[in-house]
């Protein structure tokens, strides 16, 4: 299981990626959202979440795609979307689902996105 980091201060908060269904940006913080509900708060933006998700997690960080301003997703919990209704919805489709409001151009990008990824897959 691999893990990611977050040293403050005050705390050290350690997670495993695959319980981390996004981060939500709050001005120069992060929040941190998990498939328990837990939500943690994180001394950085979130251009700096994404760098240092891609120092520490190399090519695992993949697994995390930024979505417009506000937000970096999981792809593993990507359950649906309706770029009409600017709608995402993050589930693991037994405990959990989060609804999060997204632009509708942040929307159409990641649609294009997974579908690229989804095509190299083949």
Known sequence: MKF???NSRDELIRLPINSIVYFE???NYTNVVTINKLRSTIGMNLG???KALASQLGP???IFIRIGKRYIVNR???YKFNIQKQMLVLSDLMHFAFQLSISKEALKNMKQL???SKNNNK
């Open 48 to 50: 700096d979440m994404e």
């Open 114 to 116: 997974l579908m690229e």
């Open 76 to 78: 593993n919990f990507i």
């Open 4 to 6: 990611i980091y977050f």
């Open 25 to 27: 940006s709050d001005g």
């Open 60 to 62: 695992v960080s993949t």
